[in-house]
């Protein structure tokens, strides 16, 4: 069972900043596409952002685009989300995920090879 482990969810005011953090398996990371969703109560899981094995590549929704920032560090086996300019409608709980082949196709399709277990993001008004 390969296990995400996500850290740095929290309450903030809105305008306020949030990083979040996600620890995958050595082998799991350096094969994988690394990929941040989210859910807010009532609503269906979505996608946030992605970044392929190089870190080169990097994908947002439009919603966060221009405030979230999506990075890895691939001697720490680590992805984070940079999260900027909160707003309450960010309001949910973030779940890190993981994808090899076809990466891109799977993400926007909220599908993943391994998931964490998700770290609540309150944002107050």
């Known amino acids: 069972q390969v296990q995400l482990v996500e850290s740095g969810g929290g309450l903030v005011q809105a305008g306020g900043s949030l990083r979040l953090s996600c620890a995958a398996p050595p082998r799991t990371f350096s094969n994988s596409a690394m990929g941040w969703f989210r859910q807010a109560p009532g609503k269906e899981r979505e996608f946030v952002a992605a970044?392929?094995?190089?870190?080169?590549?990097?994908y947002y929704t439009d919603s966060v685009k221009g405030r979230f920032t999506i990075s890895r560090d691939n001697t720490k086996n680590t992805v984070y989300l940079q999260m900027n300019s909160l707003k309450p409608e960010d309001t949910a709980a973030y779940y890190c995920?993981?994808?090899?082949?076809?990466?891109?196709?799977?993400?926007?399709?909220?599908?993943?090879?391994?998931w964490g277990q998700g770290t609540q993001v309150t944002v107050s008004s």
């Open positions: 995920a993981a994808s090899g082949s076809n990466w891109y196709r799977r993400f926007i399709k909220n599908d993943a090879d391994y």
């Open positions: 970044i392929g094995w190089s870190g080169y590549s990097t």
